[in-house]
């Protein structure tokens, strides 16, 4: 997966439109070979998986921050995971703990480098359409047969925009804004207001809705229409925080099309998150993946971050088929005690298999988020197969496991909370989902639920338990009104028993270094 055409480049201006200023191709012999187009169009998907150019390091797409931090799923994971209660890192990179206690700045590394991912991410998009126009690839003489497939690969093109384009609404709110038919060159892009990018996410993804391909008809790792259904379901359920509109009626919509689409739950949850989840039957409850693959796509960030990070203590890296633990992340009391009828119970007496710790030599309450063995460990993720053998990378560094970004059992969740929300859809249902997943966990109907129970605060702890650490949570917190100054957990605020933060938080800031290089933009309130 190469870096083609007039692929833009981030300097220091951090401008999203800047030419190479290297001796990388231009448009102009960089498509003389047909199979360019697809090459391109696997390094818009690949710039969520990969660091740069020279995988796992060495020629960056980012510079400023430590290669493997800079890593998009990384990046992502860390905002949507530290500054809740499902995770902390005990590390003294920069400000990294800033994330979890929810003090950071506008000057905030992490914050500034998920920001320059983003728009990175973006820029190169806009670049891949302008090069597939049916002019400039009339103008180029490609074949017939291959434009209509560039067709499908443009429709991807967009989603990946639009997925990028959400991040961006969803972590800052009003960033700046480009599409491919502003012309490629140095300018400050204007920002646009939440509402507006709202709805030019809804467009983009109705608008491409027919030119994907079918529900599990791409190639695994590509976006199909129930990859956009599932996007455009996320946009509605938080539309409240973005333009002040209740859609949940969309949100059932939606969700009932990923539903009928012909996915179904693996039988065993922790075969979601193994080495071989692209086909252990995990597949089929995927519906968009982050794919990784140890000899191919290798990178400090993503899954290998995910893995290494979570292994530590007592913790055997065989049995994660690592060469070694990082000793990092773990989660917080508040997480466990989801699992738990009462505090005080035994979380290796729970008969719920989501409930994925390591407790022999770690504690359940963090005293020192500096120490791993303070707060309990986390097994979800694993690069061994289903008969326990490790990833394809023999030494033990890169794994092959894939990231559920968009699964079938979070929309599950998705259409319940929906229900109860008020967006019409069936009650029966929406119980009936939350039973298969909870059947799937205890292995029987021993914890069922009936109506009475589906409220919202169940649906809130039920989506802790299901999705903790798919890199929800942080989202997940804000819709309910629980992210900042409400919610309460360990060291969120900076103290081992937990503040609340102030509401403003709900948004991360517009990082320093870019407002001080784009005039058009304006901060967000409170930083």
Known sequence: MVLLGTVTLWSCSKDLEL?????????????????????????????FAVSGQDGPAGNPDLTGLDEGFSQYMRLYFMMQELPTEEAVIGWNDGTIKDLHYQNWTSGNEFIRTMYSRIMYQIAQSNEYLRQTTEDVLNARGVEASLQADIQTYRAEARFLRALSYWHALDLYGNPPFVTEDDAPGAFLPEQISSADLFSYIESELLAIEGELKAPMTNQYGRADQAAAWMLLAKLYQNSEKYNGEDHSADVVTYTSKVIDAGFGLVDD???LFLADNNSNGAQNEIIFPITYDGINSQSYGGMTFIIHAAVGGDMDPDNFGINGGWAGLRTTSALVNKFLDNEDDAVEEVNDSRAMFFTE???????????????YAITKYKNVDVNGNAGSDPTGDFPDTDFPMFRLGDAYL???EAVVRGGGGD???AVDYINK??????GDSSANISSSDLTLDFILDERARELFWEAHRRTDLIRFGMFSDRGIWPYKGGVPQGATTEAFRDLMPIPSSELGVNT????NPGY
Do not use: H, V, W
């Open 427 to 429: 009650t029966g249902k």
């Open 269 to 271: 949850y922790q075969k």
């Open 414 to 416: 998705m259409y319940a």
């Open 19 to 47: 030419t190479p200023e290297d001796n990388r191709q231009t448009s102009a012999s960089a498509f003389e070979d047909p199979a360019a187009y697809k090459q391109f169009l696997a390094k818009l998907y690949a710039g």
């Open 437 to 442: 997943l909870r059947m799937r966990a205890y």
């Open 520 to 523: 058009n933009l304006t901060q």
């Open 361 to 375: 030599g770690q504690t359940k309450e963090i005293t020192d988020i500096s120490n791993f063995n303070s707060g």
